[in-house]
């Protein structure tokens, strides 16, 4: 029976490469790079020896080692983490990372898990904001009219649905504390970048823990951004001190550098938000 011509060949992708010198034609190649396959990886580029249709079984085992197993990737990294992040942190500055997530995707994949979890136990409605920005209206002279207090919150909600945007930009300022809190030990801006990223995505998922008991407890928004707060203080502590070493100067440092990031990014964010709404709003 003819093959329908919309069927998919035993192999449904072949790279537009020439097999390397001396190899025989039929001879296993790599998908990668075309070069000879002498086992399980390419010899050239370690790319893994696929052969044959991709199954939903593949499929399946691929993600489990990429995800899930236990010698690397992101399950690896959150439980070392968790339990010595100088170590991870060390390990990725002097080059050995293959066992670990990167930084940047473990911030996307830590800030995902906690705007879900917020979404879950809180929600993202607007009338919480509205009450925190309502403060900004009272009093003998207040900062903002209702009008411009309703601005405020729906700018507020829009940057609380994007995550990892703001986890970000506080990270800069707080990057850049800590290179110059702890220039003494020679640590660099990138190194020091590194260590934010990991320490702030870790923070993500420690609060993500809180978040049950929050719940739990009825807790304001004013109540979550203090225990948000905390969370990060503790994390960069911790984490300060198994980088540095032990003793309480690295832990009070990390903090320090958090307070000083946090202030930074506070003033600049307030201010800015502030500045937009008083010259658009009346």
Same mark, same amino acid.
């Given at each position: 029976?003819?093959?329908?011509?919309? #069927?998919?060949?035993?192999?449904?992708?072949?790279?537009?490469?020439?097999?390397?010198?001396?190899?025989?034609?039929?001879?296993?190649?790599?998908?990668?790079?075309?070069?000879? $396959?002498? !086992?399980? @990886?390419?010899?050239?580029?370690?790319?893994?020896?696929?052969? *044959?249709?991709? +199954?939903?079984?593949?499929?399946? =085992?691929?993600?489990?080692?990429?995800?899930?197993?236990?010698?690397? *990737?992101?399950?690896?990294?959150?439980?070392? $983490?968790?339990?010595?992040? *100088?170590?991870?942190?060390?390990?990725?500055?002097? *080059?050995?990372?293959?066992?670990?997530?990167?930084?940047? +995707?473990?911030?996307?994949?830590?800030?995902?898990?906690?705007?879900? /979890?917020?979404?879950? /136990?809180?929600?993202?409605?607007?009338?919480?904001?509205?009450?925190?920005?309502?403060?900004? &209206? &009272?009093?003998?002279?207040?900062?903002?009219?209702?009008?411009?207090?309703?601005?405020?919150?729906?700018?507020?909600?829009?940057?609380?649905?994007?995550?990892?945007?703001? +986890?970000?930009?506080?990270?800069?300022?707080? &990057?850049?504390?800590?290179?110059?809190? @702890?220039?003494?030990?020679?640590?660099?801006?990138?190194? #020091?970048?590194?260590?934010?990223?990991?320490?702030?995505?870790? +923070?993500?998922?420690?609060?993500?823990?809180?978040?049950?008991?929050?719940?739990?407890? !009825?807790? &304001? =928004?004013? =109540?979550? #951004?203090?225990?948000? $707060? !905390?969370?990060?203080?503790?994390?960069?502590?911790?984490?300060? =001190?198994?980088? @540095?070493?032990?003793?309480?100067?690295?832990?009070?440092?990390?903090?320090?550098?958090?307070?000083?990031?946090?202030?930074?990014?506070?003033?600049?964010?307030?201010?800015?938000? @502030?500045?937009?709404?008083?010259?658009?709003?009346?």
């Amino acid at each position: 029976m003819p093959q329908s011509s919309s #069927s998919l060949p035993s192999s449904a992708y072949a790279p537009d490469v020439a097999p390397s010198p001396g190899a025989s034609p039929d001879a296993p190649r790599c998908l990668h790079c075309g070069a000879a $396959l002498p !086992g399980r @990886f390419c010899a050239d580029c370690g790319h893994p020896a696929h052969r *044959g249709r991709l +199954t939903v079984r593949g499929l399946a =085992h691929e993600l489990t080692q990429q995800f899930l197993a236990l010698d690397r *990737g992101l399950w690896h990294t959150v439980l070392e $983490l968790a339990r010595r992040p *100088g170590v991870v942190i060390r390990a990725y500055i002097a *080059g050995h990372r293959r066992r670990y997530v990167g930084p940047m +995707t473990y911030l996307f994949f830590a800030s995902a898990v906690l705007l879900l /979890a917020i979404e879950v /136990a809180f929600g993202n409605d607007l009338a919480r904001y509205q009450e925190s920005a309502r403060q900004l &209206t &009272t009093g003998d002279h207040p900062l903002l009219t209702a009008a411009q207090a309703d601005a405020w919150a729906r700018i507020d909600q829009r940057f609380g649905s994007q995550m990892t945007a703001m +986890t970000l930009l506080m990270a800069v300022p707080f &990057t850049i504390a800590f290179r110059r809190i @702890f220039r003494a030990t020679g640590i660099n801006l990138a190194e #020091s970048g590194v260590f934010t990223l990991y320490t702030f995505a870790q +923070t993500a998922l420690a609060y993500v823990l809180l978040i049950p008991a929050l719940r739990l407890a !009825g807790a &304001t =928004h004013a =109540h979550r #951004s203090f225990a948000t $707060l !905390g969370c990060y203080m503790v994390m960069c502590a911790y984490a300060a =001190h198994s980088f @540095f070493g032990p003793g309480q100067r690295a832990r009070r440092r990390g903090i320090l550098a958090f307070a000083a990031g946090y202030l930074a990014f506070l003033l600049l964010f307030a201010g800015t938000t @502030f500045a937009y709404v008083v010259a658009t709003v009346r």
